[in-house]
């Protein structure tokens, strides 16, 4: 009799282990192939819990030109004229401010190749903004 009752102990205790090491490796499995991260769309309700902040307002000409404009215009790069030379801009103001300004919104293509690219690659402003950094730099170029 007690040998029976050991047996069945036992096999109870087995059982329970057993599906006790069958939960945690069912778990494991689960948490391995569970996505890190979510994607969150527009509309979704996870949307409106974090909502990426850009400019409040117009940024300054300086700022535009220090983010953007200053990689050619400091360097020469592509043969654009360096912010403040007079006689690299004196050519190009000659031709007016509307000129220049058809110049960064659409870009300069010289031989197939784009030199001048649209909006300066400054893809986040506005053509007022973009007309402000023009007028900034052509100031100092005088």
Do not use: K
Not at 79 to 103: C, H, K
């Amino acid at each position: 009799m007690i040998r029976s009752a050991l047996i069945v102990f036992s096999g109870l205790v087995l059982l329970i282990a057993s599906a006790y090491g069958q939960t945690s490796r069912e778990q494991a499995i689960i948490d391995r192939l569970t996505p890190i991260g979510s994607v969150c769309m527009a509309g979704d309700a996870c949307a409106a819990a974090a909502v990426a902040t850009g400019p409040t307002g117009p940024r300054s000409a300086e700022d535009i030109y220090n983010g953007t404009c200053m990689a050619c215009h400091l360097t020469g790069a592509s043969n654009a004229p360096l912010f403040g030379n007079v006689e690299q801009w004196a050519p190009r103001i000659a031709t007016g401010m509307d000129a220049l300004y058809s110049s960064v919104f659409n870009g300069i293509e010289v031989d197939g190749v784009l030199v001048m690219p649209v909006n300066g690659l400054c893809l986040d402003c506005s053509e007022d903004e973009l007309r402000a950094t023009v007028d900034y730099m052509v100031e100092a170029a005088q």
